[in-house]
Nanobody, 129 residues
Framework: QVQLVESGGGLVQAGGSLRLSCAAS????????MGWFRQAPGKEREFVTAYSTWRGGLTYYADSVKGRFTISRDNAKNTVYLQMNSLKPEDTAVYYCAADVRIFTSAQTMGRVDGYDYWGQGTQVTVSS
């Protein structure tokens, strides 16, 4: 059984930074795609960013976080990170790590909530104004 475990969430003031981590444990699987989604109260889960191994590495960001958030990956540790800078109150949400063994070749597929088979339990990020 595979588990994705997120950490690093918390409370931060607007303009601050947080770094989320997502580590895969249990049965070792080749996750060719890993990403982050978020869900604010009363809203649907939305795409934040993702990384695919397609053609040496492909990253994709939601417009709302482009230039502020950075996804990175440590393949040796099967861990993905989300560096969040210049945080805004509207970034407040539960952040979920997602992973899949398929190779996603486009932003469209990388951004689909239903495109990932493995999910973490989520970590709360709260940005105060």
């Amino acid at each position: 059984q595979v588990q994705l475990v997120e950490s690093g969430g918390g409370l931060v003031q607007a303009g601050g930074s947080l770094r989320l981590s997502c580590a895969a444990s249990g049965r070792t699987l080749p996750f060719y795609a890993m990403g982050w989604f978020r869900q604010a109260p009363g809203k649907e889960r939305e795409f934040v960013t993702a990384y695919s191994t397609w053609r040496g590495g492909l990253t994709y960001y939601a417009d709302s976080v482009k230039g502020r958030f950075t996804i990175s990956r440590d393949n040796a540790k099967n861990t993905v990170y989300l560096q969040m800078n210049s945080l805004k109150p509207e970034d407040t949400a539960v952040y979920y790590c997602a992973a899949d063994v398929r190779i996603f070749t486009s932003a469209q597929t990388m951004g689909r909530v239903d495109g990932y088979d493995y999910w973490g339990q989520g970590t709360q990020v709260t940005v105060s104004s």
